[in-house]
Structures are given as C-alpha cells and as structure tokens.
C-alpha cells in the first residue's frame, strides 16, 4: 500500500516513464518525476526545507506548477495554495497564519514582507541523485487552502496524503470512461482543488496527457482544441453555460435548432433503426468546436444546471458532473452517466470509500448535503470552534442543501444559508431559478437572492443580459419562464447590467456582492 502522494507519483511515473505527460512540452513521465527529484533537492539543500514545514505556491498554470507541488510533498512539507487573484496583503496574511518558511511564486507574484521568494521557473542544476524522499505517512498533511467565506477570516484546510490517495483510488473507478492516453485540458488554476484534482492528480493516476493552458481566453482554448484534440475537458458551470448560448445562438441564426432539437431528442431510436448519419449530423459541428475528439466534459467548482448537463449528453458527450468542496477533497459525488463493463448503466455516487446522504429532508426530499469517508478532511486547522460547528457523528455538514432523483443524482439546491425564506413560510431556492431563467438566450448570469420590498421577503434577481436587451423585453421573459413553476417562487422585482457580475476564481457569482452593488445603485432596476 503506498504510504504517500510522492510514492504514487513515482510508481506511475516508472511504470509509464515512456508515456508522454505535458503535451504542449512534450515531456514523458520518466522527465516529471526527474524534475520533480531535482526541485526537491533544491527545497532542501537550499532552503532546508524539511517535513513539517509550509512552502508556498503562487503561480500560473506553468508545468513548474505540478513539478513544486509533488517536490513539496516528497520532502513533507505542506503545499500552501494561494489564490493568485488576490491581493498581496491577503498572501501575506496567510503565509503568516500557516508560518511559511518560502514561496515558490512566478515573478509578477513576488510580494515583500513576507517569506524568501523563490522564482518558480527557476531551471534546477541539482543532480537527481541527491534526491532522498522524507518519511511521510498517509496521515501527515500534504497542502493547505484557505476557504473562499465571503465573511469573516477565512478558515485553513489541511488536506493529508490519505485523502489524496483516497481521491486517486477513487478516480480509477473511471477508468471505463477516462483512457490511458487520453488528453486532459488544463486551464482551471491549479491552486483551487478542481485544478488539484482534474489537472494533477486523475491525469498522473489514469496515464492520461495535460495540455497546460495558462492563458484564460476562449480563443486561446478555441485554438488548443483544434490543435491538441484533447479527451477530456473540465470547465466550471459558467463556461459550459457559454457554450451552450453559443451552440443555441448559432443554430438559431441557420434556422436549425427546432431540428436539432428534434433529432437530439430522438437519437436512440435514429441509431437503431439505422439513421444514425442524421444524428451524426447535427453532434459532429458541435463536437467539431472541441476538436473533434474530445469524450468527456467535466464540471465542477459549482453547481451545474441539470438543463445544461442534459443538453451536452444529447450531443453524445459524457458529462461528469460534480459536485464537492475543499474539505471533501473536490469530488463528494459524481452525475456521471456511463455504461460500465458488464453493460450496466452508471448515473451518480461518491467515489469509492465515501458516503453521501441527505439530512433532515423535507417533504420535497430536500435536506443538507453530508457527507463522510476517506476525502473528508480531519478538520480545519487549529479551529476547534470551526470543527464542532462542521462535523456531526462522523458526518461532515456542507452547508449545501440538496436532493437526490430516482438515478441517484444530486440535485444541489444551493448554499443553506442563501435558502429564501418567504413571510408564507415556503422556500425558494436560488438555483432552481437561476437554472430557469438562464433558458433565455438574453440572460447571460443570474444572481437570485433574498430581499425586502415593501416589508415582504421576496426573490430579487439581478442578471446579466446580451448588449441590448432592454428591462421590458426581460420582463418578458420572466412572465413566459415564471408559468413553468409555483406562483409563489415568481421573481417580479429584478434588475439587468450588460456587465459581468462578480465571481469567484471558480467562477462562482459572489451574490453577496451582486446584493452590495444594487443597494448602491450599480443595476438598472425595473419600476
């Protein structure tokens, strides 16, 4: 049993050594883990980094990234994941909380004040050969994060080597789906844990390839996927919501998607009965846009409308749907619908080792999102409050309210504490409305979210709509996608901006700002 993520790493490594790992550099394997000796022997022969200490990472998306990230690991030490959106004051602050001893930073990161700053593109002269891995546990903790909380100090997870591990086990559990060989795209910033996840530790664990994308421009990935052919694609929910307006808009101006929505809807029955050139037809200009090969697309960092994960899988696509947080190590559960080898059908669940479960559910089987096993953090580090708080008989509680469908998928209902409450007692859930008006080609975001209108508690959404798109015409819209539910989840007071609505660096809208912004007058409001 491996006792590490650095003995994972050089396990895979000499048994695919020939195998081709960073595309656009064409390195194999056997030169990862080369690099990765040589940048070890660097942290400690330099730095005296030892097991124990923090050394902080403050980067791209550059090949050095991955190669530091399994050299800190190696040594023991804890890799320190920071945000390179952020403000300098907020990177000294938390190399201060976690007692950083370096940061392996590009050079447009360097901050003073803080720890040794070290040029993470360095070329390493070390001899490999120096090379001695420290004796690391699966209980030791491997890196640090600190959560995104809109409010407050925000709290550190220490993730250890066993959780790791335990992603990397579980993530074999795709292998019928994820080839060896097969490319993954790489643009997702590798300091969140979906870029930890899908672009460093599922493509070293499946055998698959990374092409690298350190450039966040649609034109840049439009160019990659025409190029590179990548398998398989990650996103977060608003770049999978581009697409799809794209797809939609483009069909509409050929006066072609009431058929390819017809054909989308039949095209089992056109493949049995022969006619699977007509469904081939309408899937191969959209599969076209991702390069033409491309199996897999996978969501996470947020919720993913199910509108949008059942319109890629009409194209043929396999779409893994996920849905977790920092604490469970990325991947809680998986909407993930495949056939596996004996024939049967896959559509949802936790990776292996994990369990899932709906608390307190009401009677709409909605209830919070808790979860236990192997990729759940042993708790916030030094935070005993914070623990309590999070952890109940072995259950880690999310915060997230969700349910599941009679497949077993998860239909996550958003944040527990963004729930609106009605004055009548109902609740209305943001993104169940959210996922509704999206529908709408001139809705390009929506923020739904609590607020008081003449004394009464009402839903307010504030959206962001195509240049043009005037108060009245989405009024419009809200009228024909409001008939589709209950009366009482209306939302009948809103406003619009053709500008982008704060997000997150997982590209999640920050609602509390969206709120902030309109009370201070940023939106046009409808009368």
């Known amino acids: 049993m491996m006792k590490n993520v650095y003995e994972m790493l050089r396990d895979v490594c000499s048994q695919n050594k020939d195998r081709i790992f960073f595309v656009r550099q064409n390195e194999t394997y056997a030169d990862l883990l080369k690099k990765v000796k040589q940048r070890a022997v660097l942290l400690a022969q330099r730095f005296g980094i030892k097991k124990g200490?923090?050394?902080?990472?403050?980067?791209?998306?550059?090949?050095?990234?991955?190669?530091?990230?399994?050299?800190?690991?190696?040594?023991?030490?804890?890799?320190?994941?920071?945000?390179?959106?952020?403000?300098?004051?907020?990177?000294?602050?938390?190399?201060?909380?976690?007692?950083?001893?370096?940061?392996?930073?590009?050079?447009?990161?360097?901050?003073?004040?803080?720890?040794?700053?070290?040029?993470?593109?360095?070329?390493?002269?070390?001899?490999?050969?120096?090379?001695?891995?420290?004796?690391?546990?699966?209980?030791?903790?491997?890196?640090?994060?600190?959560?995104?909380?809109?409010?407050?100090?925000?709290?550190?997870?220490?993730?250890?080597?066993?959780?790791?591990l335990s992603l990397a086990q579980g993530a074999l559990f795709y292998e019928p789906v994820i080839h060896p060989g097969y490319t993954f795209y790489g643009f997702l910033p590798l300091y969140h844990i979906y870029g930890v996840v899908i672009n460093i530790i599922a493509p070293i664990i499946l055998r698959g390839q990374l092409l690298l994308q350190p450039i966040l421009n649609p034109r840049e990935f439009l160019k990659d996927f025409k190029e590179y052919r990548p398998e398989v694609i990650p996103a977060v929910p608003r770049i999978w919501e581009g697409f799809y307006k794209k797809i939609v808009d483009t069909a509409r101006e050929k006066h072609m998607y009431t058929v390819m929505r017809m054909v989308m809807s039949s095209r089992r029955v056109l493949r049995a009965i022969g006619l699977g050139c007509i469904v081939d037809k309408v899937t191969k200009p959209v599969h076209d846009i991702f390069g033409g090969n491309t199996k897999v697309l996978v969501s996470a960092g947020a919720t993913l409308k199910p509108t949008i994960r059942k319109f890629f899988e009409s194209l043929d696509f396999v779409v893994g749907d996920c849905y977790g947080l920092t604490e469970t190590t990325g991947p809680a559960n998986f909407n993930f619908a495949f056939r596996r080898p004996d024939g049967s059908m896959y559509y949802a669940g936790p990776l292996p080792g994990n369990e899932i479960q709906i608390h307190d559910p009401d009677k709409d089987g909605v209830g919070e999102i808790w979860m236990r096993g192997n990729m759940v953090m042993p708790g916030y580090l030094d935070n005993d409050e914070a623990n309590a708080a999070a952890f109940e008989d072995g259950w880690f509680k999310t915060g997230d309210l969700g349910k599941l469908d009679k497949y077993g998928r998860l239909i996550v209902k958003g944040r527990k504490k963004q729930v609106i409450v009605l004055d009548s007692g109902k609740n209305v859930y943001p993104d169940e409305l959210e996922d509704l008006y999206l529908q709408n080609d001139e809705i390009l975001a929506a923020a739904v979210f609590e607020y008081v209108i003449a004394g009464k508690i009402v839903p307010f959404a504030v959206f962001q709509v195509k240049p043009g798109t005037t108060v009245n015409r989405v009024a419009m819209l809200l009228k024909a996608s409001n008939l589709k539910i209950a009366p009482y989840k209306w939302v009948k007071h809103f406003a619009i901006t053709e500008e982008e609505l704060p997000q997150t660096s997982a590209k999640k809208i920050k609602h509390f700002a969206v709120k902030e912004m309109l009370d201070n007058g940023a939106f046009q409001r409808a009368e």
């Open 53 to 164: 200490d923090t050394v902080a990472i403050l980067s791209g998306n550059t090949p050095e990234f991955i190669k530091s990230y399994f050299a800190i690991l190696s040594q023991g030490a804890h890799a320190l994941m920071l945000d390179t959106g952020l403000s300098q004051a907020e990177h000294l602050n938390m190399m201060a909380r976690t007692n950083c001893k370096l940061a392996l930073a590009q050079k447009s990161h360097f901050v003073d004040g803080g720890p040794t700053m070290f040029d993470i593109e360095t070329i390493d002269d070390t001899d490999e050969n120096d090379f001695v891995a420290a004796d690391v546990d699966r209980n030791d903790i491997a890196m640090m994060s600190f959560t995104s909380g809109s409010t407050g100090n925000p709290k550190v997870v220490g993730l250890t080597h066993d959780n790791l």
